[in-house]
């Protein structure tokens, strides 16, 4: 058989199976309601399954491939960091969430805690946050296809393949993000087996003990302060449990509090395992060929498989796949049932309008992957703006501070101010600054307004 038509096959199949299980017991949907969190009867398997399909993307990948291989663990060293965030969800905030689950969204409960105008501004954050991650899978999308089939334009790949993404999503909603989800969990985990153990067989290149030292563990002693204020700087950005509205709909969707701390302490071994595997792969491509370029070593990953590059790419497919369907989903649900006309539209209308904004929070996706070259500018742009608006007041819901609607609208104000005005002068991401500045606004508001106020009525 013809290779061209070899890998189009094995792309036509795979893409069949994700739309033949986005179908899957995809029950008649009456409201916004089941269309965000469903019948809340998923099983623990399926929810530590969407969560593990949901943090491993196609860019994550990417940039673990890309800079693992470049600066061994002081790449993954603050990467790490994740595994604290997700530890520190499934141990101290997953017993608090009672008053989480069957929640729609995170903006509806930051509308029943702190009013309306912050619900909005919440939905409104989050649609953006969420933007960008959908943009780099979608982008994602198009560069792997068209490695395995380079006949078609990487552009169109992307809006074929994303349009399969967002259509089941339409059809669907939670249920079919879960199900896919569990789906693609199967293959990109089969595709992180076929590549290791293929990777194996490879000949290797003569490197010098010196040039191997960056994958020891120790190499991270070694670096320079500068080195290190970097690397304090992503630790700190990545152990930040930001609870972005797909993992706060992930809780959500729980039957009980029980349920969700084991899915996320079970999710973290899964998550921890893939990125252990992600990097693995990466020296093992360093191994094979120590001089390749940044921009080529994913290129030069895929082209050392031959007939099982079309596994590996659909692999990746599948990591994309399940990011970009979760970010789609919830933040359709935001935009209908969050923002606009939310007092007017009857439960059904919201389901019909959250439906049909799946397509447009696709097309949003689309346009913004054009923005940045960069992949983790453009994460770091997008959450950088929801972690320090959202996140803080967030966690203060959660752990039960009573702070005032005029508190966190004049904190949210203050630190959207000072990010936009630190983004035009110096065009890079001040999330430690902004984080510490909502906090402070926050507490210091809270003595000045809330309690004075207490006084007084007293």
Request: glycine fraction near 6%.
């Amino acid at each position: 058989m013809n290779e061209d038509v070899f890998n189009a096959s094995i792309l036509v199949v795979f893409s069949l199976i994700i739309l033949v299980v986005g179908k899957y017991k995809t029950n008649p949907m009456s409201s916004v309601y089941t269309f965000s969190i469903g019948n809340r009867d998923f099983s623990t398997v399926a929810i530590v399954c969407t969560l593990i399909a949901t943090w491993v993307s196609g860019s994550g990948f990417r940039i673990d491939l890309q800079n693992f291989y470049e600066s061994g663990w002081s790449f993954l060293l603050p990467a790490l960091g994740m595994i604290i965030g997700i530890l520190f969800v499934g141990l101290k905030v997953a017993p608090r969430t009672n008053k989480i689950l069957g929640k729609t969204s995170v903006a509806s409960f930051m509308g029943e805690y702190y009013g309306d105008k912050v619900r909005v501004i919440t939905a409104i954050v989050g649609i953006f946050s969420l933007s960008g991650c959908i943009a780099i899978q979608f982008r994602m999308l198009g560069d792997i296809a068209y490695y395995l089939w380079p006949i078609v334009n990487p552009y169109w790949f992307s809006f074929i393949l994303g349009g399969l993404t967002v259509y089941y999503c339409y059809s669907g909603g939670v249920r079919s993000v879960v199900y896919t989800d569990v789906a693609q969990l199967i293959i990109f985990v089969l595709a992180f087996i076929i590549a290791i153990i293929s990777l194996q067989t490879l000949p290797k290149a003569n490197i010098s003990t010196d040039d191997l030292f960056k994958f020891n563990i120790m190499s991270v002693f070694n670096n320079s302060k500068k080195e290190w204020i970097a690397i304090g700087g992503l630790f700190f950005y990545f152990m930040i449990p930001a609870l972005n509205p797909a993992e706060f709909q992930r809780i959500s969707l729980g039957v009980n509090t029980k349920q969700i701390q084991w899915s996320w302490m079970i999710s973290c071994v899964g998550f921890l395992a893939t990125i252990f595997a992600s990097c693995y792969i990466a020296y093992e491509l360093f191994l094979i060929n120590p001089t390749i370029e940044k921009k080529e070593r994913l290129t030069t990953f895929l082209n050392l498989f031959s007939v099982l590059k079309p596994f590996i790419v659909v692999g990746i497919l599948s990591m994309a796949m399940s990011t970009a369907d979760s970010c789609i989903n919830i933040s359709a649900v935001m935009l209908a049932n969050d923002t606009y006309k939310r007092k007017v539209w009857s439960p059904y209308k919201k389901l019909q309008n959250a439906r049909w904004y799946t397509v447009l929070i696709g097309l949003l996706g689309y346009g913004i992957m054009f923005l940045k070259d960069d992949l983790l500018d453009l994460i770091m742009l997008t959450n950088g703006f929801y972690m320090p608006l959202i996140t803080i007041p967030l966690m203060m819901a959660i752990f039960d501070y009573k702070i005032s609607e005029k508190c966190v609208l004049i904190s949210m104000g203050i630190t959207a101010l000072f990010w936009v005005i630190w983004q035009v002068l110096y065009n890079t991401e001040p999330l430690i600054f902004t984080m510490t500045l909502n906090a402070f606004l926050l507490f210091t508001t809270h003595r000045l307004i809330d309690k004075k106020s207490n006084e007084q009525v007293s």
